[in-house]
């Protein structure tokens, strides 16, 4: 009996590989269609200052509906994307895109645009030339763009490697792009490391945003942390970014630790180019 158990196990072990195999084929295909079809689209999100409700950027963030499915997640297909090699595929139309498509929003609202970059992007030397070529071809200042790097790419490469990606974040930064380090919180970086790096924005991941209980209030301990990661953006004299924010409760709070900007449900979802054109021709709808 007990020699007929394994066997079963072997299979039902080697049937999920099989079909996790096949699932990743299939991303792989479905992204590699995508990128000939045109099948991707970018939402964006907006970051609302506090002081003031006034949206002062947006993050980009994508879209992927294969034809005949629901969406699939980003989290979902980013990591295959990476895994596959078509993350640089993807990642250069993503800039482009969103390049092209903030160029009007920030001509007239002076609103910026925040781009994802993965880490392999990052690892490509030939990245600052890329992210060059598309502020010449779309005609978007340098000023207008974020690039948006987890701590995580930043510390989970060699030490030879690191130094090469920050070389090239100093570069970028030279003609005013600006970097934003991306669910901080959540990686492993040192404070020492990250004094040295080239970034402009923290944006705090909202694992560090504390539940809202509503009137029972924020858990004091909860408060400590918020306020420790605020305050260590503060000294840094970086921009803090919240994201994430889902209640008037949460925003309230965060205004009171001056944290400047922030994200979330509260304020708006991710949304259409258009919708988000509309948002920002109208006039400022929630002041915190
Ligand atoms: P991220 O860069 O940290 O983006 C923020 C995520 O939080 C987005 O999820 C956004 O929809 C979600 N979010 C915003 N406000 C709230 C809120 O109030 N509550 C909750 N629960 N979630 C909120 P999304 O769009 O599913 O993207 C997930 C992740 O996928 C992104 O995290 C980013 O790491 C990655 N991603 C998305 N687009 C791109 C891209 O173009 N390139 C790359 N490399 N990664 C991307
Ligand atoms: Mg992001
Ligand atoms: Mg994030
Ligand atoms: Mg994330």
Request: with cysteine.
């Amino acid at each position: 009996a007990a020699k007929g158990a394994g066997k079963n196990q072997v299979t039902v072990y080697t049937d999920r590989l099989r079909s996790e195999r096949q699932d990743y084929a299939q991303t792989v295909a479905g992204l590699r269609r995508a990128l000939k079809d045109d099948g991707f689209v970018l939402h964006y999100q907006p970051l609302v200052e506090l002081a003031t409700g006034a949206v002062r950027g947006v993050e980009a963030l994508l879209r992927w509906t294969p034809p005949g499915q629901r969406p699939v997640p980003p989290d979902a297909f980013i990591p295959i994307a990476e895994q596959s090699g078509l993350i640089g595929a993807i990642g250069d139309w993503v800039l482009r895109r969103a390049c092209t498509e903030a160029r009007p929003w920030y001509e007239q609202h002076g609103t910026t645009v925040s781009v994802n970059v993965a880490g392999p992007q990052l690892r490509d030397p030939g990245f600052p030339d890329t992210v060059l070529q598309v502020l010449h071809d779309t005609g978007l200042p340098p000023r207008a763009l974020t690039l948006e790097i987890t701590e995580t790419d930043l510390v989970a490469t060699t030490m030879a490697e690191a130094d090469e990606v920050v070389a090239r974040l100093v570069k970028i930064r030279e003609w005013g792009v600006r970097v934003a380090i991306d669910d901080f919180g959540t990686g492993y970086s040192s404070l020492s490391y990250l004094r040295q790096l080239p970034v402009d924005i923290l944006k705090i991941d909202r694992a560090f945003i504390p539940p809202d209980r509503g009137d029972a209030g924020f858990r004091p301990d909860d408060l400590t942390l918020t306020r420790a990661i605020v305050d260590l953006g503060a000294s840094l004299r970086l921009t803090t970014v919240a994201e994430g924010v889902e209640t008037a409760g949460q925003a309230e709070l965060l205004r009171r630790l001056n944290c400047s900007l922030v994200q979330g449900y509260h304020f708006y979802r991710p949304m259409p180019a258009l919708e988000l054109a509309a948002v920002l021709t109208g006039p400022v709808a929630v002041a915190a």
